[in-house]
């Protein structure tokens, strides 16, 4: 049987949120498709074709695209021996399966981890990152995402965005007139179910979408105090968030855009402007609450 325990400390915080997460999105995920198969009785089987289909797609393939989207490249211990060293300290002292190791050519300094399981891990730093960061600060940014892995809530993430996907996503079929094409001489309610089909998916959407936030937000805090515990450096990796969350000033406009639509993979989120919607949205916390979190930990680390 395959290792899935680690030394990351287990946090009942998040697993209650995760549960709740799920719970509430898929109760929100029947509501919507019972909605669906009132309104749109013959087109059943293509509702269960669509949903089916993307939740497999996003299951099983969103780490690999993730990672192609992101332009990781995997790299070998003799490509990369500083990273992979790191990573192999890392995972020793966490006692966890090494995952693959990618490095996205890229200015923006930041980190990623992606998979479903720990397996099929991948842990990816930018080239901007590995550049700027001391041993010390990559290695908690590194531990940072390796919680990520261990806590299995990049695969949680992966499941809670499915049914936004698919709101989405049929929300654009619904308006093309994929579904419920009737003649109106025969069924005047086609103009009711062409109004309701996409503001139902649209408020499906929000209400997925505010929910993931609102877990992925949490999940970061609980990343980096799983990292400042395991590597009992918080201030190496509160350096790390503070020259990382600087640099992002630094980065040109047109990188910061590439990077924007995968804030929530990042260590830390990139916003191409100060008055960004994502910033209402965010799915990271803000850097002062990320540092005063390390900041106690810290504390309580020299009272021990």
């Not at 990816?124 to 531990?143: D, M």
Request: proline share 5%; aromatic share 8%; charged share 20%.
């Amino acid at each position: 049987m395959p290792r899935t325990r680690t030394r990351f400390p287990p946090d009942r915080g998040l697993t209650t949120r995760m549960v709740t997460t799920m719970f509430l999105i898929g109760l929100l995920y029947v509501v919507f498709v019972g909605v669906l198969l009132t309104f749109l009785r013959g087109a059943w089987p293509i509702i269960l074709i669509i949903a089916g289909g993307l939740f497999v797609a996003q299951f099983w393939f969103s780490d690999r695209i993730a990672a192609f989207s992101m332009g990781a490249r995997e790299v070998t211990p003799e490509q990369e021996p500083e990273l992979h060293g790191a990573v192999d300290r890392l995972c020793a002292l966490a006692d966890m399966p090494k995952p693959r190791v990618a490095i996205a050519h890229s200015d923006v300094p930041n980190a990623f981890a992606t998979g479903r399981n720990q397996r099929s891990s991948l842990v990816c730093a930018t080239t901007g990152l590995l550049r700027r960061l001391e041993p010390q600060e990559l290695e908690g940014v590194l531990a940072h995402e390796l919680s990520h892995v261990a806590h299995r809530d990049v695969a949680v993430m992966t499941i809670a965005s499915f049914l936004g996907v698919l709101a989405g996503m049929l929300t654009r079929v619904a308006l093309w007139g994929g579904f419920g094409r009737v003649d109106n001489s025969r069924d005047q309610n086609a103009a009711i179910v062409a109004i309701l089909i996409p503001l139902v998916s649209a408020v499906v959407y929000v209400i997925s979408f505010l929910l993931t936030r609102m877990l992925a937000r949490y999940r970061e805090l609980t990343a980096d105090r799983a990292a400042a515990l395991l590597t009992g450096r918080p201030s190496a990796l509160a350096s790390a968030l503070t020259k990382v969350t600087g640099e992002m000033a630094r980065i040109p406009t047109r990188d910061l855009r590439k990077a924007e639509p995968f804030n929530a993979f990042w260590f830390a989120p990139a916003f191409s402007s100060k008055a960004s919607l994502g910033r209402l949205f965010s799915s990271h916390p803000t850097l002062e609450q990320r540092l005063e979190q390390l900041g106690r930990i810290s504390a309580q680390l020299s009272h021990q």
